[in-house]
């Protein structure tokens, strides 16, 4: 892409992490065009966000990747408890146990849905969710590559003259949020 062409998608993604990279899965298997346009060339290296929550999971099964994350995750009933320490070696508080492990909670969890929450860091995930938007089809731009810095300088239009224009922004800092304009 030179500097005074235009990205031609009908979804702009920023950002490729669990939100961006759950978007891109998404329009990608139902067939929606879309670019994703992220600041790092590729996936989360450092320890992030790592429980996953059932109504997550529910949509990786839907989308046919909840086997992958399974094969990476803690499984639900090794979640266990949270530990509330004066310092990371310090003396401990008190302990509680979370995410539906407590025998009178377990109940709950698996009566409100066929999938599990499980525990999953985001340097684990995002490859897998990445990785299967790609392999669909899911079309990115990093912006440290000359093509994106490009793209950052280009007039974004839809693809379809009449189509609504979607930009879906996720950043690690903030949650996923959507703007559209005609």
């Known amino acids: 892409m030179t500097e005074n062409e235009n990205l031609e998608t009908d979804v702009l993604i920023i950002g490729s992490g669990p939100a961006g990279g759950g978007a891109a899965l998404a329009l990608a298997t139902y067939g929606v065009?879309?670019?994703?346009?992220?600041?790092?060339?590729?996936?989360?290296?450092?320890?992030?966000?790592?429980?996953?929550?059932?109504?997550?999971?529910?949509?990786?099964?839907?989308?046919?990747?909840?086997?992958?994350?399974?094969?990476?995750?803690?499984?639900?009933?090794?979640?266990?408890?949270?530990?509330?320490?004066?310092?990371?070696?310090?003396?401990?508080?008190?302990?509680?146990?979370?995410?539906?492990?407590?025998?009178?909670?377990?109940?709950?969890?698996?009566?409100?849905?066929?999938?599990?929450?499980?525990?999953?860091?985001?340097?684990?995930?995002?490859?897998?969710?990445v990785g299967h938007a790609a392999s669909r089809g899911s079309r990115s731009r990093s912006s440290r590559s000359p093509a994106s810095r490009s793209a950052r300088r280009a007039t974004w239009r839809p693809s379809r003259p009449a189509a609504r224009r979607s930009i879906i922004a996720s950043t690690s800092t903030r949650s996923a949020r959507s703007s559209t304009a005609w």
């Open 33 to 129: 065009d879309h670019m994703v346009i992220t600041k790092y060339r590729w996936t989360a290296n450092t320890p992030r966000a790592h429980i996953t929550n059932q109504r997550t999971m529910e949509v990786f099964r839907d989308l046919g990747i909840e086997p992958d994350v399974w094969a990476q995750a803690v499984p639900h009933e090794l979640m266990g408890e949270t530990v509330f320490c004066t310092s990371l070696a310090g003396d401990e508080i008190g302990r509680v146990r979370t995410w539906g492990t407590h025998p009178a909670r377990d109940a709950d969890y698996t009566m409100a849905s066929p999938s599990q929450n499980c525990d999953i860091p985001q340097t684990l995930l995002e490859p897998i969710v």
